[in-house]
């Protein structure tokens, strides 16, 4: 199902600047990653879809919904968690989740419900009766989240859920997106500049670089075809590179290794025997799976 | 080991209950404001200074009241007691105004609310609301309780009680005059800054430091000078109202025949000030 589709979204600022470019792209449902870097205009993507800014041309659906004109109607739907501070400090977080939960439109008793369930979801207990104030960043961020998904949306828009968390509290939180988009059935899209953690966690990925489209697809289809086996030899690594291109394999040496891309497994047993065949003492022979990563940077490298 | 004991996690549940329109939201806006304008649900320390305002005023209305049902005459009446605690109301503006608004802005939340079908229209709407509600019962009460007791001790029977009725009710149109000129003047500055303090100095002085122009104008030769020079403050510009309604002469200000001009200038402050502050919002809420 497609829940986000845009036609050539483009958005540019009243000095002059533009933050994105012609971005055509259809999003399936699951949790998927939107990467770029600093001012690539990830935000600016996100604040179009809530309406809250409106594109200078072209067009954005979410669930099929235009935000600019029902504007409301998509606003229910989605749960929003900014980048920044956004917190106030001298309230609890069950009274401050409570009352953004009735400004979605819950009715009172629901929303307190609601509330406590959404803390309770974030891993927020008894603390949640504290003033928000005295919490610490781990325990901030889990409020934002707990405050986008209190009216039970259909998509969370989470921007840079990570942001200022140590490493124990990124891994926490990156689990906490996954199960919600895998157990709780809410399709997320993450925004980060870190590729690294998005890769872990996300079904499809949305590379933006400034404000055009690097490359949208599934993870999955963007790893699949990257196998690639690193090959190391003690001495006569340039003979077999020699004996593996006649062999009809595309070799690119990377210092003493060699890596060689493998379509099936019986490439695999191919490499071997001519490794045998030179008598060559074999060093290593491992499989890497490309990270995602590594896709951009070549993509990059092609495009200059 | 008993069954009840045991949490069982059920996982996460979808909301299948109504969701309700704008109207609700602004409701709920609104009533957080009030609640907010009053410390409730907040810490102890910022119910202290709105509840220490309103005992006081409501102090002062009750040895009022005591002295009528003794003597039969009041100290002040309705309007009277709106002039004589305007001060009190000042600073009880000063200090709830950015509450309600500064702090919204400081925090950052405002984008967690605009992002939700919360319009900016709907967020000045509530908080004008919350704080003219706020204003108007800290006069509004003290006021009943006056009518209270000078119903009670009527010597005329039923025709007593409709008198006091025929006063408490302008009295309380009155005290909403008041509230609505100083909610639209200190809500509008409070939105200028996310610092609290700036903006309540910034409301304390627009409302004092403009007192001095009106006993300058009042020093002119001119006799048009002296009738207009209550248009300066918002406080005399309020009195000038009283006076032209009520052909009070016990304000100290001669106002002449000018009387609709401060009416005039009252609508046009009060709707100019609502006007800036949702075009300030139109402006915050596209973030």
């Given at each position: 199902?497609?829940?986000?589709?845009?036609?050539?979204?483009?958005?540019?600022?009243?000095?002059?600047?533009t933050?994105?470019?012609d971005?055509?792209v259809?999003?399936?449902?699951?949790?998927?990653?939107?990467?770029?870097?600093?001012?690539?205009?990830?935000?600016?993507?996100?604040?179009?879809?809530?309406?809250l800014?409106?594109?200078?041309?072209?067009?954005?659906?979410?669930?099929?919904?235009?935000p600019?004109?029902?504007?409301?109607?998509?606003?229910?739907?989605?749960?929003?968690?900014?980048?920044?501070?956004?917190?106030?400090?001298?309230?609890?977080?069950?009274?401050?989740?409570t009352?953004?939960?009735?400004?979605?439109?819950?009715?009172?008793?629901?929303?307190?419900?609601?509330?406590?369930?959404?803390?309770?979801?974030?891993?927020?207990?008894?603390?949640?009766?504290?003033?928000?104030?005295?919490?610490?960043?781990?325990?901030k961020q889990?409020?934002?989240?707990?405050?986008?998904l209190?009216?039970?949306?259909?998509?969370?828009?989470?921007?840079?859920?990570?942001?200022?968390?140590?490493?124990?509290?990124?891994?926490?939180?990156?689990?906490l997106?996954h199960?919600?988009?895998?157990?709780?059935?809410?399709?997320?899209?993450?925004?980060?500049?870190?590729?690294?953690?998005?890769?872990?966690?996300?079904d499809?990925?949305?590379a933006?670089?400034?404000?055009r489209?690097?490359?949208?697809?599934?993870?999955?289809?963007?790893?699949?075809?990257?196998?690639?086996?690193?090959?190391e030899v003690?001495?006569?690594?340039?003979?077999?590179?020699?004996?593996?291109?006649?062999?009809?394999?595309?070799?690119?040496?990377?210092?003493?290794?060699?890596?060689?891309?493998?379509?099936?497994?019986?490439?695999?047993?191919?490499?071997?025997?001519?490794?045998?065949?030179?008598?060559l003492?074999?060093?290593?022979?491992?499989?890497?799976?490309?990270?995602?990563?590594?896709?951009?940077?070549?993509?990059?490298?092609?495009?200059? | 080991?008993?069954?009840?004991?045991?949490?069982?996690?059920?996982?996460?549940?979808?909301?299948?209950?109504?969701?309700?329109?704008?109207?609700a939201?602004l409701?709920?806006?609104?009533?957080?404001?009030?609640?907010?304008?009053?410390?409730?649900?907040r810490?102890?320390?910022?119910?202290?200074?709105?509840?220490?305002?309103?005992?006081?005023?409501?102090?002062?209305?009750?040895?009022?009241?005591?002295?009528?049902?003794?003597?039969?005459?009041?100290?002040?009446?309705?309007?009277?007691?709106?002039?004589?605690?305007?001060?009190?109301?000042?600073?009880?503006?000063?200090?709830?105004?950015?509450?309600?608004?500064?702090?919204?802005?400081?925090?950052?939340?405002?984008?967690?609310?605009?992002?939700?079908?919360?319009?900016?229209?709907?967020?000045?709407?509530?908080?004008?609301?919350?704080?003219?509600?706020?204003?108007?019962?800290?006069?509004?009460?003290p006021?009943?309780?006056?009518?209270?007791?000078?119903?009670?001790?009527?010597k005329?029977?039923?025709?007593?009680?409709?008198h006091?009725?025929?006063?408490?009710?302008?009295?309380?149109?009155?005290s909403?005059l008041?509230?609505?000129?100083?909610?639209?003047?200190?809500?509008l500055?409070?939105?200028?800054?996310?610092?609290?303090a700036?903006?309540?100095?910034?409301?304390?002085?627009?409302?004092?430091m403009?007192?001095?122009?009106?006993?300058?104008?009042?020093?002119?030769?001119?006799?048009t000078?002296?009738?207009?020079?209550?248009?300066?403050?918002?406080?005399?510009?309020?009195?000038?109202?009283e006076i032209?309604?009520?052909?009070?002469?016990?304000?100290?200000?001669?106002?002449?025949d000018?009387?609709?001009?401060y009416?005039?200038?009252?609508?046009?402050?009060?709707?100019?000030?609502?006007l800036?502050?949702?075009?300030?919002?139109?402006k915050?809420?596209?973030l």
């Open positions: 199902m497609t829940i986000i589709a845009t036609q050539a979204l483009t958005k540019t600022y009243g000095g002059g600047v933050a994105l470019a971005l055509t259809e999003v399936d449902a699951g949790v998927i990653g939107l990467v770029g870097a600093n001012g690539a205009g990830k935000s600016t993507f996100i604040k179009i879809m809530l309406g800014i409106a594109p200078s041309s072209g067009g954005v659906r979410v669930f099929d919904i235009d600019v004109a029902e504007t409301d109607k998509v606003r229910a739907r989605v749960g929003y968690m900014p980048e920044n501070d956004c917190l106030p400090p001298d309230v609890s977080a069950s009274e401050f989740v009352h953004v939960g009735r400004l979605s439109g819950l009715p009172k008793t629901a929303a307190r419900e609601r509330a406590s369930e959404a803390l309770r979801h974030v891993g927020l207990y008894e603390e949640r009766y504290r003033q928000i104030g005295g919490y610490s960043t781990g325990m889990r409020v934002k989240l707990a405050q986008a209190v009216h039970d949306p259909d998509l969370l828009l989470l921007d840079e859920p990570t942001n200022g968390l140590d490493p124990a509290g990124r891994d926490a939180m990156l689990t997106v199960r919600i988009g895998s157990e709780f059935g809410i399709s997320v899209v993450v925004c980060s500049h870190l590729l690294g953690e998005v890769e872990r966690i996300c499809s990925l949305i933006i670089e400034g404000g489209l690097l490359r949208a697809d599934r993870i999955s289809s963007m790893t699949a075809a990257s196998d690639v086996l690193a090959v003690s001495e006569g690594t340039d003979e077999l590179a020699a004996a593996l291109r006649e062999l009809g394999f595309q070799v690119t040496p990377e210092g003493r290794l060699l890596l060689v891309p493998l379509e099936s497994d019986a490439g695999y047993d191919r490499i071997l025997q001519a490794v045998a065949e030179l008598d003492p074999l060093h290593r022979l491992d499989q890497r799976r490309h990270r995602v990563a590594e896709l951009f940077t070549t993509k990059e490298t092609a495009d200059v | 080991m008993s069954e009840a004991g045991v949490i069982h996690d059920i996982g996460y549940q979808r909301y299948q209950g109504p969701r309700l329109g704008r109207s939201v409701g709920a806006m609104y009533v957080h404001g009030l609640r907010a304008a009053y410390g409730l649900g810490t102890a320390k910022s119910k202290i200074f709105p509840w220490g305002v309103a005992g006081i005023i409501l102090l002062v209305a009750v040895i009022n009241a005591g002295v009528r049902s003794q003597t039969g005459t009041w100290l002040f009446d309705y309007y009277a007691i709106d002039d004589r605690m305007s001060i009190l109301a000042i600073f009880f503006a000063a200090v709830v105004a950015p509450e309600l608004v500064s702090r919204d802005m400081r925090s950052g939340v405002l984008q967690l609310y605009f992002s939700r079908p919360l319009r900016a229209a709907d967020y000045v709407m509530a908080k004008v609301a919350a704080l003219v509600t706020a204003i108007w019962l800290l006069f509004g009460v006021q009943f309780v006056m009518f209270l007791v000078g119903a009670f001790t009527t005329t029977g039923m025709k007593g009680v409709w006091e009725l025929g006063q408490l009710i302008p009295g309380w149109g009155y909403l008041w509230a609505l000129l100083f909610a639209s003047i200190s809500l500055i409070s939105s200028l800054t996310g610092k609290r700036f903006a309540a100095g910034g409301i304390v002085a627009l409302f004092l403009t007192t001095p122009i009106v006993g300058v104008l009042n020093l002119l030769p001119s006799e000078a002296h009738h207009l020079s209550g248009l300066a403050s918002p406080i005399t510009l309020i009195s000038g109202i032209w309604l009520r052909s009070n002469t016990q304000l100290g200000l001669d106002i002449g000018t009387g609709p001009v009416a005039i200038e009252a609508f046009c402050v009060i709707a100019a000030c609502l800036l502050l949702l075009a300030r919002y139109r915050v809420a596209s």
